[in-house]
């Protein structure tokens, strides 16, 4: 069974940048799945940030692009999440997420990010 | 970019009976690229059901996807009190690769 755990500071302060992890246990990191972050602001519906492969070049949503990196670290068995220059508007609950036929089977339980001065 | 419009915006049904639930294309898409998650608060969304029709480990049988072109359905055959939650069709697109999400639909109890 695939467990996955997301970590990061839960308040951001305007124009910093929210850093996140995520942990998978029950399935490597490395393994040949596309790893992606979802998002969604209280209230709201679900927003798709990026995704990556392992070994290969992120995918970003065209709206978040400039702002966004996402990363493997296979050593550490570690999905990482960066936005820059961050606003009220990046607040949501954010998940991780393993994707396979173009979807999502497994998540993380997600991690709320508020960001407030 | 496709985007997905899910109706109703609400459903209020009784357990025992039948859901059906829609998602609207604004183009054709593959049928493949098509899934369908429930919600429920303070829960990460669970898959249902992917490539439209083809239910994800565990997911009960009174759930199923149909449709293709630009009209795709999620029916529950039978309410159970556990499957009132908020409904999202998901949608992937290679070029560029990108994933989109409808609105949601919110199944209640009547």
């Known amino acids: 069974q695939v467990h996955l755990q997301e970590s990061g500071p839960g308040l951001v302060k305007p124009s910093g940048t929210l850093s996140l992890t995520c942990a998978a246990s029950g399935a490597s990191i490395g393994s040949d799945s596309w790893w992606s972050w979802v998002r969604q602001p209280p209230g709201k519906g679900l927003e798709w940030i990026g995704e990556?492969?392992?070994?290969?070049?992120?995918n970003y949503n065209p709206s978040l692009k400039s702002r966004v990196a996402i990363s493997v670290d296979e050593s550490k068995k570690q999905l990482s999440l960066e936005v820059n220059s961050v606003t009220v508007a990046d607040t949501a609950v954010y998940y991780c997420a393993r994707g396979a036929e173009y979807s999502w089977h497994y998540w993380g339980q997600g991690t709320l990010v508020t960001v407030s001065s | 970019e496709i985007v997905l419009t899910q109706s109703p915006g609400t459903l209020s049904l009784s357990p025992g009976e039948r859901a059906t639930l829609s998602c609207k294309a604004s183009?054709?898409?593959?049928?493949?690229?098509l899934a369908w998650y429930q919600q429920k608060p303070g829960q990460a969304p669970r898959l249902l059901i992917y490539g439209a029709s083809r239910r994800a480990t565990g997911i009960p049988d009174r759930f199923s996807g149909s449709g293709s072109g630009t009209d795709l359905t999620l029916t529950i055959s039978r309410l159970e009190p556990e499957d009132f939650a908020v409904y999202y069709c998901q949608l992937y697109g290679s070029s560029p690769p990108m994933y989109t999400f409808g609105q949601g639909t919110k199944l209640e109890i009547k």
């Open positions: 183009q054709s898409v593959n049928s493949r690229d």
């Open positions: 990556v492969y392992p070994g290969g070049s992120p």
